[in-house]
């Protein structure tokens, strides 16, 4: 494997891109990355760290033709189709595997949604637009004595925040999909029937305040009896 130095610029694999598709899909983390150092996480998404597993991406991706580059200097990940591209939709793919990547999801499970083993889904619980604090917001009136709400809306969704990271493990245990919050976003890979029943849980938690540590007991207990049923 061929590894090159360019100001800074650390360039895995000797693919060359199309000369027909010179504008490579560039994704920026330039705002992830000191993001990330306010508020750690077990698996945030350090430099260091990204550069280290910066190989399992190129070699994965090259399997398919893609060249990826990273760059800690410009803060940047780039991927490009190659002549060795077949599929011509899996720079879409590889696109989603540097958002993951941005999102504090480690390199061997962003690489999963490669060969379609894994689905996943980007749950947004904040105030950004089609994140769950947000539906509520909007449903209310915006006069000046809601806006001044805003510091007990504030308080209420930390605290439903640390309830659902309370029972990330219950549901890793539960759906086999793995979970990495970062922020106010929380990325799921795994299988669909499982991502849909880890949205519902985070949802009706944020927007509901519905506790969901009880209803993660109960859906481990059931799923506990119907494998003893089956034995």
């Not at 604090?133 to 004595?145: G, K, V």
């Not at 929380?186 to 519902?200: C, F, H, P, Y």
């Amino acid at each position: 494997m061929a590894n090159s130095q360019n100001g800074g610029a650390v360039q895995y694999g000797n693919l060359e891109p199309l000369a027909d598709y010179p504008d490579a899909r560039v994704l920026l983390v330039e705002e992830a990355l000191p993001l990330i150092k306010k508020m750690p996480l077990k698996s945030s998404l350090t430099p260091n760290k990204l550069q280290k597993t910066w190989p399992i991406v190129e070699s994965s991706l090259r399997e398919y033709g893609v060249l990826c580059t990273l760059d800690l200097v410009e803060g940047n990940m780039t991927v490009s189709k190659t002549k060795g591209t077949q599929d011509e939709d899996i720079i879409f793919k590889a696109v989603d595997v540097l958002q993951l990547l941005s999102r504090s999801v480690p390199a061997d499970w962003a690489i999963r949604i490669l060969d379609c083993s894994s689905q996943y889904e980007i749950i947004k619980i904040g105030y950004q637009e089609g994140g769950f604090l947000r539906y509520i917001w909007d449903q209310t009136n915006c006069s000046i004595a809601v806006l001044l709400l805003r510091p007990f809306f504030d308080e209420q969704f930390l605290a439903r925040r640390k309830l659902v990271i309370s029972v990330l493990q219950g549901l890793l245990d539960l759906t086999g999909c793995g979970i990495f919050l970062k922020g106010n976003t929380i990325a799921v890979l795994g299988s669909l029937q499982g991502i849909k029943m880890i949205t519902r849980i985070v949802g009706d938690c944020i927007a509901h305040d519905v506790p969901p540590a009880p209803r993660v007991r109960r859906l481990k207990k059931e799923d506990a009896t119907e494998e003893g049923s089956e034995d």
